[in-house]
């Protein structure tokens, strides 16, 4: 007897696992037939996997309703047709062919993606075409320039002057501003019920060495909840507040925003696009002092990495979804990297090759299918772009690196969100490393300025992550780490228990008091 249920126990295993085998095989690659276009196809077949199949784990459902997002997206960026694209580039080159199009589509220069098997083109289509293409952009119609205003914030002699105090005094963290900042955020509530709780994660300070001394000055609705220390290396001020539309302050908000309370925040004329009965609003404002960092770096100081350590091993061999070892991205690195040995030396020719060969443009993201992998192939990308293939490289190299993010925030305005990266050198331990920025300075003749967004960093930026861990509390819908499609908090988070909203943000800065 004990040997028939043994074999019954052998053979119900064996039925069990050719079930698994036979349901992982049947499963849909919904990726690649997003990515060949079959949008609506996927689409309804997504939809109906969420509703029928009751096997579903947590985590497959997530990445379903991720790949419903990645269409929607994916809708909403590639809206132009053939005919409309051609239109608006004939405005800019009026002897533009058929032809001409046909060839920038070839060399990617020109984006577009299948939908339904038509071709839809990218919303920045244009602009991005003259970024990547010389022979487009001589033949673009130029506009008679007008006379430059003089600049308000010179970046090149910030950048000097943090060089030169740092030298002078010895120290590393030196120009420190008192920086204010105030996030006010309308979520669309067009499809909340009444008596629902709406999540919201905003964005916060990270306190560390380079901002300290951050105070809230003001926070709506007012919460207790800050996680910007320690562990929490995606800064936030977790807030719940209730849809109640009969109660949502709409006049206060229209005369917060047209009239704000300090002299510094900019007035919103026309704040009734996020105020009305489809949004709820939150409001976040702060002050800290930023410092800028620079330090002198001798290769021969850098010490061995102790690679038994287990933060060695999770910021060099950790994958993720965009952070992968890909096999175009091992032949890269070994283009960049050749027959160099040190850690140091290493990092600094892959920051050198991304600075000089890939330019800046508007990306889709819901169209890459892995950032690090796809920058490299099509040698095109924004600032978070940048820092995965950065970090991506640093990591096959076996140097400890990491994503950093937040806002540029400069005094007198022009403040973006942005994203960049850090490297971990002993015995400095974790240095900003920033591709972007760094692309305007790598031909400058001063080797300090060519060099500086390497390992250094200016005073006015507002950081709001170190790597992208999860938020606290946790969240039910869609990513831990935030909304920004690069895994960033720079935009923050909400969400209410039917799903994720998305952000509508207002941001106001001074760079001193």
Known sequence: MKGVREMRKLLTAICVM?????????RIDYSEMIGSGQLSEAKIK??????????????????????????????????????????????EIP?????????????????????????????????????????????????????????????????????????????????????KVCMTFGE?????????????????????????????TSMHPRSDLIFNKGKYLNASAYVEKKVQRSELENAYWIKNLTHPPEVWRASRDRAERFV????????VAFEYTAYGVYRHIDETDILPYDTTLADYQR????????????????????????????????????YAWICKNVPWTSPEYSALRCLSDDVARLQRGDCGIKAFLFVSLCRLNGIPAR??????????????????????????????????????????????LKYFHFGNCDTYRLIIYDDTLPLFPLKIHGSQVGTGRTGGMQLGAFEWTGGGLENGIIIDSSAEE
């Open 188 to 216: 669309n509530i067009k499809n909340v019920p009444d008596g629902t709780i709406v999540r919201g994660w905003l964005p916060f300070p990270r306190e560390t060495k380079k901002q300290r001394d951050i105070q809230i």
């Open 403 to 448: 994503l950093q993010g937040g806002w540029m925030v400069r005094p007198f305005g022009g403040h973006t969100q942005h994203g960049w990266a850090q490297m971990y050198m002993e015995p400095y331990g974790w240095m900003t490393v920033d591709p972007d920025a760094g692309s305007h300075l790598i031909d400058h003749e001063n080797e300090q």
């Open 95 to 179: 002897n533009l062919t058929s032809e001409d199009i046909r060839n920038w589509e070839a060399d990617t220069s020109l984006e577009y993606h299948w939908v339904d098997g038509k071709k839809r083109y990218y919303w920045a289509f244009s602009y991005n075409l003259f970024k990547l293409n010389t022979e487009a952009k001589k033949r673009q119609i130029q506009e008679e320039k007008k006379p430059k205003r003089k600049k308000k914030y010179d970046h090149i002699q910030h950048k000097l002057a943090v060089i030169e105090e740092a030298e002078k005094t010895g120290e590393v963290y030196v120009l420190p501003k008192r920086i």
């Open 315 to 350: 910021y060099t061999r950790e994958e993720r979804p965009h952070l992968a070892f890909t096999a175009s991205l091992k032949a890269l690195s070994e283009e960049i990297v050749g027959e160099e040995r040190h850690p140091y030396l290493k990092a600094k020719k892959i």
């Open 46 to 91: 997504i939809k109906y996997e969420l509703v029928n199949n009751d096997t579903l784990s947590q985590y497959e459902v997530l990445q379903l309703k991720k790949q419903l997002g990645r269409i929607h997206v994916i809708l909403d960026e590639y809206t132009y047709t053939y005919d409309e694209m051609f239109d608006e580039l004939k405005k």
């Open 18 to 26: 050719l079930c698994l085998t036979s349901y992982a095989q049947s």
């Open 276 to 283: 009305n009965n489809d949004y709820l609003m939150f409001q």
